[in-house]
C-alpha cells in the first residue's frame, strides 16, 4: 500500500480545484482510499488530497480488478450492479454534470451526489420530485439545490 498527498490551491480561473494531476496520477493506480481536508492559507482555499493506492501488478488489468472494498467489507462499487446496460448513457451524463457543478462548487463530487445515488436516478428515471426523494440519502437540502438540475436530463 502507498501514499500520495495532493495540495490542490483554488484555482479563480477554473471557478475551483485543478483535480488533473490527480486524475493523471490514479489512472494506472488500484486506488484504496482517498481523504480530503479543506484548509485556508492566507485566505486562499486549498484542498488536500490523501490518495492510498496500490500499483497494479503486470499481469492484472485495470477492468478486471476485484471491485474496491472500504473498511468494513462493503463494496465501493456496488452501485454498478445496480445499472443495467441501458442506464449507463444516462449514469454518465448525471455524473458528467456532478463533477462539472462540482467543480464549479469546489467541493468534492460525492458530496453532491454519491455514485449509488446516480445510478438509482438512471435505472429508476424519477419524473418528479417526489420520486428522486425516494432515493436514499437525497435529502431535502440536495433536493431544493440540485433536483431540478438532475431531472432535466432526458429520461
Same mark, same amino acid.
Given at each position: 500500500?502507498?501514499?500520495?498527498?495532493?495540495?490542490?490551491?483554488?484555482? *479563480?480561473?477554473?471557478?475551483? +480545484?485543478?483535480?488533473?494531476?490527480?486524475?493523471?496520477? %490514479?489512472?494506472?493506480?488500484?486506488?484504496?482510499? %482517498?481523504?480530503?481536508? +479543506? +484548509?485556508?492559507?492566507?485566505? *486562499?482555499?486549498?484542498?488536500?488530497?490523501? %490518495?492510498? =493506492?496500490?500499483?497494479?501488478?503486470?499481469?492484472?488489468?485495470? *477492468?478486471?480488478?476485484?471491485?474496491?472494498? #472500504?473498511?468494513?467489507?462493503? /463494496?465501493?462499487?456496488? @452501485?454498478? #450492479?445496480?445499472?443495467?446496460?441501458? /442506464? @449507463?448513457?444516462?449514469?454518465?451524463?448525471?455524473? /458528467? @454534470?456532478?463533477?462539472?457543478?462540482?467543480?464549479?462548487?469546489?467541493?468534492?463530487?460525492?458530496?453532491?451526489?454519491?455514485?449509488?445515488?446516480?445510478?438509482?436516478?438512471?435505472?429508476?428515471?424519477? &419524473? *418528479?420530485?417526489?420520486?428522486?426523494?425516494?432515493?436514499?440519502? &437525497?435529502?431535502?437540502?440536495? &433536493?431544493?439545490? =440540485?433536483?431540478?438540475?438532475? &431531472?432535466?436530463?432526458? +429520461?
Amino acid at each position: 500500500m502507498n501514499v500520495r498527498v495532493f495540495t490542490l490551491p483554488f484555482s *479563480s480561473a477554473l471557478g475551483g +480545484f485543478d483535480d488533473g494531476a490527480v486524475r493523471e496520477f %490514479v489512472k494506472d493506480k488500484e486506488v484504496l482510499a %482517498v481523504r480530503d481536508h +479543506f +484548509f485556508l492559507k492566507d485566505e *486562499s482555499p486549498h484542498l488536500v488530497l490523501v %490518495v492510498t =493506492y496500490n500499483m497494479p501488478r503486470p499481469e492484472q488489468e485495470i *477492468s478486471t480488478r476485484k471491485p474496491q472494498v #472500504k473498511e468494513g467489507g462493503r /463494496d465501493r462499487e456496488a @452501485w454498478r #450492479k445496480t445499472l443495467e446496460e441501458a /442506464d @449507463w448513457p444516462l449514469f454518465n451524463t448525471l455524473r /458528467d @454534470w456532478r463533477n462539472g457543478q462540482a467543480k464549479e462548487e469546489g467541493i468534492p463530487p460525492y458530496v453532491i451526489c454519491t455514485n449509488q445515488q446516480l445510478a438509482e436516478i438512471a435505472h429508476r428515471r424519477p &419524473l *418528479s420530485l417526489n420520486k428522486l426523494a425516494a432515493i436514499e440519502r &437525497l435529502g431535502k437540502a440536495k &433536493l431544493e439545490r =440540485y433536483g431540478k438540475a438532475m &431531472l432535466g436530463f432526458d +429520461f
